[in-house]
Nanobody, 122 residues
Framework: VQLVESGGGSVQAGGSLSLSCATR????????LAWFRQVPGKEREMVAQ???????HYDSTAEGRFTISKDAAKDTLDLRMTSLKPEDSGMYYC??????????????????WGQGTQVTVS
């Protein structure tokens, strides 16, 4: 499944950005949804995830600054990022069709991905 993300860009430290992903119906299906970040030379890392029951989990670096949400009516998975830091920079990917009974930190557990949107914090 190829998804479409939007909302990336360049921002100064302390600023905010909102990312959105059109999930092609996955907000209405069972399964974990998540946002991952990847920087050159490193593995893709989980930033935020949301379970079927709405429970949310964040990487420790994102806790308190990022908010993940899903909107079944609009069929979007969103990530609101505030108080951005240079280390938040990277390519951000939305991930869908993850495990049903739990959420996972591993990219290999998700079967649908977006093409990525670049976030640069200076």
């Amino acid at each position: 499944v190829q998804l479409v993300e939007s909302g990336g860009g360049s921002v100064q430290a302390g600023g905010s950005l909102s990312l959105s992903c059109a999930t092609r119906g996955y907000t209405r299906r069972s399964g974990c949804l998540a946002w991952f970040r990847q920087v050159p030379g490193k593995e893709r890392e989980m930033v935020a995830q949301i379970q079927d029951d709405g429970a949310k989990h964040y990487d420790s670096t994102a806790e308190g600054r990022f908010t993940i949400s899903k909107d079944a009516a609009k069929d979007t998975l969103d990530l609101r990022m505030t108080s951005l830091k240079p280390e938040d920079s990277g390519m951000y990917y939305c991930a869908v069709d993850g495990p049903v009974a739990f959420c996972s930190d591993y990219p290999s557990d998700f079967r649908g991905w977006g093409q990525g949107t670049q976030v640069t914090v200076s």
